[in-house]
């Protein structure tokens, strides 16, 4: 532990832990062994002080401001890539590509700061160099992309990727950050967090370091549908880190990235006993409305997926403290870390040893990094086309058309009906079949199955008939399963072809024999990523009829902000906060105060003063709206900026006599609290949120 302290935190790319990695992979950390595999890169992760890192995209502005940021910090860039050019950057070495820069610089990790655009294609260069660690920031990263690079990081044993759609990776211990998390939040500590969320995750760890705990990792997991290191990656790095005395976990709706971590937490304590770490965790989401995605692309959840409520009950079941709100963190975790037989006293001591002048969490930034955070933390985005039935026959028929003796039926599906798709399974990083016996509401969530495939490689002959199997089709007639199998094989190929994220619907067995799909039922979900980023299928999203959506959330879109309107009549507290996560939770977190939220609302990293006020205007349109919660956690986005921004909304925006509420933590928070305070308007300024959230329901309330 001393020589952690001091800085000494290996990356194991270099120095693999025997007692954490498999006798094969001990024995060839590569992608030449029979028995090595993507898993044995986990422990990558373990970045420090002697982490030798690179950028990608080196001399872009983003990546030159945030490298000038990370370097003061501590952390070790020995150098970068921008293809064609060559030299210095920054005074470190400028190279053309980065099959020279491994040979030349030897890094363990590089982060890529390229536009989301160009972000497969990076990723993919830097698995061919081998690099142990990479780390993906760009927001709207096409899934294909994602998907086409994770069937190829699974064929190897060298690289790790972190992201994409995530703030990245940091160890305050080792100061070494590879990513664009808000500094000055930071602590040096003994508590390992990861994070699905990047302003939640940033909201726990100013709990963290206002408690004196400090951080020992934190893991950036993203929001994306696809993630290249997810919770239990995480946690297998935390359980065998000696710097690690307690962990947090922050989840969210979509996905089964939370339960996936319960079952590995049930095995932990049942193998460990008395001496696991205490964990702790939240989970975003409890009241978001159904089938919306909620600022992050991969916040939603598919068929078959469990609701956050139920996550949260099945995280609480395993062992872990579940928290409703991050700024409790803090204390909780001091009161798990004494009831575990840990000296609470000398964990904070120590951590109060090792913070340096850096890591107070009231630093004003300079102008250059607020511009780079802001700038790094890209604008959310609608995500996800949805087609209406009307609209769907067109480009499902080329593909149906292959399959000789199937019908399309105008007419609902009947009871005894099958559910039949292609979709993601995140556990698994891959396109998969997914299949029902029925199509019963009360039962599908627990009845469908994934059975994931190569998405270079389309779905095996043995994947399709297990799918088919598990309909339950054994008796139907040779026709039928045959076309049950040509249906599987034609949307896996329109799945790809034109960049789905589902394709699903019910089908049946008419009189003949011949299988039925029935359009009613029919879900054809495509990733407008792959539009927004390159410009492609633009035949698919030509199809996207605004006018028929809900004018404020269409509006939202031109200023880069997230908003859904929830339809709850009782409903009448607007929200306007930063970050997908952290509004999800605000939502979330007013319903145990007894309110109920209008919307949801996330102003992104462009949060301005612009925005601030578009926002209001947003919000004010709905007549359920009694009162105004402005809930933001200054990481990327600056508290004196917000609170400017409430004042503009002021002066410009009729707010017909409707109080505001302003909670801002975080980065520049008390000059924002002072400027609300002083403003001599219908305003008022909190530092906690459950006071603020009180307040807010006694003026809706009123």
């Not at 972190?162 to 100061?175: M, W």
Request: aromatic fraction near 4%.
């Amino acid at each position: 532990m001393a020589a952690l302290r001091s800085g000494h935190f290996h990356t194991l790319s270099h120095t693999p832990n025997p007692s954490s990695l498999s006798r094969c992979s001990q024995r060839a950390f590569s992608a030449s062994s029979a028995c090595a595999s993507y898993d044995d890169t986990v422990q990558n992760l373990r970045i420090g002080k002697h982490t030798r890192v690179i950028y990608q995209g080196f001399t872009g502005r983003v990546a030159s401001t945030n490298a000038k940021d990370s370097l003061a910090y501590g952390t070790n860039i020995v150098g970068g890539v921008t293809p064609g050019k060559s030299g210095e950057h920054l005074g470190l070495p400028l190279l053309p590509d980065l099959r020279k820069a491994k040979e030349q610089l030897k890094p363990d990790a590089t982060a890529v700061f390229v536009p989301a655009s160009q972000c497969g294609k990076a990723i993919e260069d830097a698995i061919e160099a081998e690099i142990g660690l990479i780390v993906s920031v760009a927001e709207h990263i096409p899934l294909h992309d994602i998907m086409r690079v994770m069937s190829i990081l699974k064929t190897q044993s060298k690289s790790r990727l972190v992201g994409a759609n995530a703030p990245g990776i940091i160890a305050p211990i080792g100061s070494c950050r590879i990513g664009f998390q808000p500094l000055p939040t930071f602590a040096p500590g003994h508590i390992g967090i990861a994070a699905k969320s990047g302003t939640l995750s940033y909201e726990t760890v100013a709990s963290i370091t206002r408690s004196g705990l400090g951080q020992s990792l934190c893991i950036g997991m993203g929001g994306d549908i696809i993630a290249g290191t997810n919770l239990v990656d995480a946690l297998k790095v935390f359980e065998t880190d000696p710097e690690t005395e307690g962990i947090i976990l922050v989840g969210e709706i979509g996905g089964r990235a939370e339960e996936d971590a319960a079952d590995w937490i049930k095995e932990y304590k049942k193998r460990v006993g008395g001496k696991a770490k205490p964990i702790a965790a939240l989970v975003g989401g409890l009241h978001a409305p159904q089938g919306r995605i909620m600022g992050h692309a991969g916040a939603w959840a598919a068929r078959g997926e469990r609701t956050a409520a139920e996550k949260y009950k099945i995280l609480q079941d395993a062992g872990a403290t579940m928290v409703d709100h991050p700024e409790n963190f803090g204390g909780v975790m001091k009161t798990l870390l004494s009831q575990s037989g840990r000296d609470v006293s000398k964990i904070t001591q120590d951590a109060a040893n090792q913070k340096r002048g850096y890591h107070t969490l009231r630093r004003r930034p300079s102008p250059a990094q607020q511009s780079s955070r802001l700038a790094a933390q890209q604008q959310q985005q609608r995500r996800g086309l949805l087609l209406r039935p009307d609209q769907e026959s067109g480009p499902l028929e080329p593909y149906l058309s292959r399959v000789e003796g199937l019908s399309l039926s105008q007419e609902s599906a009947p009871s005894d009906s099958f559910y039949i798709g292609i979709t993601v399974d995140r556990t698994a990083r891959a396109p998969c079949i997914a299949t029902s016996p029925t199509t019963d509401p009360a039962q599908l969530g627990q009845r469908v199955k994934r059975f994931p495939y190569d998405w270079r490689q389309g779905p095996s002959e043995s994947a399709i008939k297990e799918a088919i199997e598990h309909m339950q089709l054994d008796a139907a007639p040779p026709a039928a399963l045959a076309q049950a199998k040509g249906l599987i094989e034609a949307l896996s190929t329109m799945y790809k072809e034109k960049e789905a994220v589902t394709l699903s619907g019910s089908i049946s067995i008419d009189n003949n024999g011949n299988l039925v799909l029935h359009q009613p039922s029919l879900v054809l979900q495509f990733d407008d990523a792959a539009y927004r980023s390159n410009k492609r299928q633009e035949d698919i999203h030509s199809l996207r009829q605004k006018d028929t959506e809900v004018p404020e959330e269409v509006e939202a879109e031109k200023d880069g902000i997230v908003f859904v309107k929830l339809s709850d009549p009782a409903a009448n507290i607007g929200t306007l906060v930063n970050g997908a996560g952290l509004a999800m939770n605000t939502v979330d977190a007013l319903r145990l105060h007894g309110g109920k939220a209008t919307n949801f609302l996330d102003t992104g990293g462009k949060a301005t003063s612009e925005t601030v006020k578009k926002s209001f205007e947003l919000i004010l349109k709905d007549e359920r709206v009694k009162v105004i919660f402005v809930n933001i956690f200054g990481g990327l986005t600056d508290g004196g900026m917000i609170a400017d921004g409430v004042l503009l909304a002021f002066k410009e925006v009729d707010m017909k006599g409707t109080p505001v509420v302003v909670r801002i933590r975080g980065t520049n928070e008390e000059k924002g609290q002072k400027i609300i305070a002083e403003s001599g308007l219908d305003l008022e300024a909190f530092d906690g949120f459950a006071e603020a959230a009180k307040r807010v329901v006694e003026l809706a309330n009123q």
